[in-house]
């Protein structure tokens, strides 16, 4: 994973392409709990599942498969009535499917299982120029901590900034012209 904190930077840049009508802060607070939820399966540890396992970190949960069933699914049960349901579901799975994207930019542990459950091949991009987080939260505030925010600073949040500048700006040159 990056850290927790820093995933959600994805579905805030994203949000400010959504047509105003579908925007809302529970469609934001929605999808910044997609971009999160993968790495829920650090539990999988507890219970004796590896690494490396389909159900292991980074496995089934970091698959194109299950950003498409949880972004269907919090799309049913929530959106049913709040604009575009194609929108917002398109919106929920690139949220989702964001937080293996920059799990795969990282340097370190295994890659991510973007076919998982047909395959458990693990994959990483080519470039890993994200720093991957210590375990622990105590981890924070040591200097390797420093070294992982300033790179997620760089790699993640400066390009999410820029896209939502943009984005938001396009988007008040179309309402004036
Ligand atoms: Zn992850």
Not at 60 to 86: E, K, R, W, Y
Not at 88 to 105: G, K, R
Not at 123 to 144: H, K, L, N
Request: aromatic letters at 14%; hydrophobic letters at 50%.
């Amino acid at each position: 994973m990056c850290t927790v904190i820093t995933h959600p930077a994805v579905p805030i840049a994203l949000s400010a392409l959504l047509p105003q009508d579908t925007a809302s802060s529970s469609l934001l607070i929605a999808a910044a709990l997609c971009s999160v939820i993968p790495d829920l399966d650090v539990v999988g540890f507890e219970f004796g599942i590896k690494y490396g396992d389909m159900l292991g970190h980074r496995g089934f949960t970091h698959s194109i498969f299950f950003a498409a069933l949880l972004a269907g699914l919090i799309t049913f049960v929530f959106f049913q009535n709040h604009g575009s349901p194609l929108t917002i579901f398109l919106f929920l799975f690139l949220s989702t499917l964001s937080h293996p994207v920059l799990d795969a930019l990282t340097n370190g542990g295994l890659g991510v299982g973007l076919f998982a459950p047909f395959s458990n091949q693990r994959y990483f991009f080519r470039y890993q120029p994200i720093e991957v987080p210590p375990i622990g939260v105590g981890a924070f505030f040591s200097p390797r901590g420093i070294t992982v925010i300033l790179s997620e600073l760089k790699w993640v949040w400066l390009p999410s900034a820029i896209f939502f500048g943009l984005g938001h700006l396009f988007k008040r040159l179309r309402d004036m012209s």
